[in-house]
């Protein structure tokens, strides 16, 4: 399975985003095609993992798989705690940050190949991120995929009830500076990523810091993945540096 072109390219070679990331804040903001804009928390993404952040993190089952890293204050925060984890972005300037704080991330979209299908613990989808590709469905199944049976899926949802795609861009300066070609995006609110989770089962809901969160279980049917894993060509590997996994483990990458 391969990431839609329109949803990869952009993040990939997205100009605002790699520079606020660069620089540690904003202003960065999502914009629809009709000129609205959604805020983007670069200085809470580049700051250590607060309190909601940890509360999420405590939930956390087996190894764990952060889609849409950023940053990395996740990955780190888990890395330090001596747990298995990678982080996956577009982002040559987060994947390149992660890696700074010391936690491993590979450059690659969640559709793409990737480590240790069907064996992950936990995936995280935190920050928006279940809107990435645009079409929530086809995400979810592409995350059953990657978890293990009954494994845990913990998504951050928006802070109120929305279900909405629309096509959006990243913008700098309050959308008067630099952009980006318009990529496919969604908004979810709890109630709506319920819906579109049939089959999942419901593993907690909860609010923390004035962020909403749901956990979910893989459903009980489910095709999976489990051959081998992709050779390293299939990604931009971006550390080097000795990885301390088990033998098991999905995050080290062979």
Known sequence: MSAPPATALPWATAGPYDAALRAGHGPLF????????????????????????????????????????????????????????????LSAAAVDHTVRLGGQALRRSVFAPLPGEGRWGTVLLMDGNIGIGGEPQALLDRVAGLLRPGGLLIAETAPVEVDERAQVQIVDLAGTGRSDALFPWARLGTRALLRYARGWRRAGQWTAGGRRFVALRTPSSRSVNTSAEQPKRAAVISSQRPRNTSAGSPVADR
């Open 30 to 89: 999502l914009r629809r095609a009709d000129g609205w804009l959604l805020p983007l928390e670069v200085e809470r993404w580049c700051a250590r993992a607060d309190a909601a952040d940890r509360n999420v993190l405590n939930r956390c089952e087996g190894t764990v798989l952060d889609v849409g890293c950023g940053p990395g204050r996740l990955v780190a925060e888990l890395a330090a705690r001596g747990r298995a984890v990678l982080g996956i972005d």
